[in-house]
């Protein structure tokens, strides 16, 4: 007999809760409708209003993206087109464990912009459109391409930024090409400092030794075809060191796509 009480009150209660969860709704819908008012999306580069993607027309236009002719190693773009399989003088002079490289843009004023919101001031939602031009431009190398592996950041720098660029833009890349992200497999087993501002050969030697597989990540590589996945490539002694850990482990190649890279020669 004392359920019947118990119920109703429970019903009473239930109704109430879904008035209330309603009531929020409408609050929560009319603030974000006020804030959409409010804060119209700006270019990520200049701060002007823009529609959808985080960088505006202007700016868009401004990003240099790497077409061919271009270093089938290295992706380097040439300033003429010396005709097929013709490496650059960097692929033959210093040639990386990695076979080849490609970037959606040049590393320039725009692309510096987009790298350091998406890295620094939590501006995650660039990354889709960053993922799609890294897709375009790295299609030859995520054809037949087994797994998608992101740069590690050591814990301790993790940490500090909540979350590894590198891995944001290998989850867009993975919803563009359907291969698997493995953010798991490869460790940074020491912090390194900052490459900025090091030789090469200090580039180098700061990150030998850096990145580890355990025995059970080995496994998962060995026979496969990694593409490592990373924001910005300078002199590649980060990916190099990355390529090496993975082909110890026995993957059976190694390619790099990065959103941007450092190039020398002029547009
Ligand atoms: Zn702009």
Redesign the pocket.
């Known amino acids: 007999m004392d359920t019947e009480p118990a119920s109703s009150s429970r019903s009473i209660a239930s109704r109430v809760a879904g008035a209330l969860s309603a009531c929020r709704d409408a609050w929560l819908h009319a603030s974000k409708l006020a804030l959409d008012v409010a804060l119209p999306t700006l270019?990520?580069?200049?701060?002007?209003p823009?529609e959808g993607e985080g960088?505006?027309a202007?700016?868009?236009a401004k990003l240099s993206f790497i077409e061919p002719p271009y270093c089938p190693r290295l992706g380097i773009p040439f300033v003429y087109d010396p005709g097929p399989d013709m490496l650059s003088m960097e692929a033959i002079a210093n040639p990386p464990a990695y076979t080849r490289a490609r970037a959606a843009v040049r590393y320039d004023d725009v692309a510096r912009t987009l790298v350091h919101a998406l890295k620094y001031h939590d501006r995650t939602d660039l990354a889709p459109a960053m993922g799609r031009w890294m897709a375009r431009a790295g299609r030859e190398l995520l054809d037949g391409a087994d797994l998608l592996i992101p740069v590690p950041l050591h814990w301790r720098r993790a940490w500090g930024r909540r979350f590894n660029q590198s891995g944001a833009l290998g989850r867009a890349i993975e919803r563009q090409s359907g291969i698997r992200l493995r953010g798991d497999l490869l460790q940074r087993v020491r912090a390194t400092e900052q490459q900025v501002g090091l030789t090469r050969a200090q580039r180098a030697s700061n990150v030998q030794g850096a990145f580890q597989l355990s025995a059970e990540a080995k496994s998962q590589v060995q026979g496969r075809r990694l593409v490592l996945v990373d924001d910005v490539l300078t002199t590649g002694a980060t990916l190099d060191a990355c390529a090496r850990a993975l082909l110890r482990a026995k993957a059976s190649q190694v390619d790099v796509l990065v959103f941007a890279r450092v190039v020398d020669t002029p547009r």
Not at 43 to 48: A, G, I, P, Q, Y
């Open positions: 270019c990520v580069s200049c701060r002007e823009v960088v505006c202007a700016c868009w």
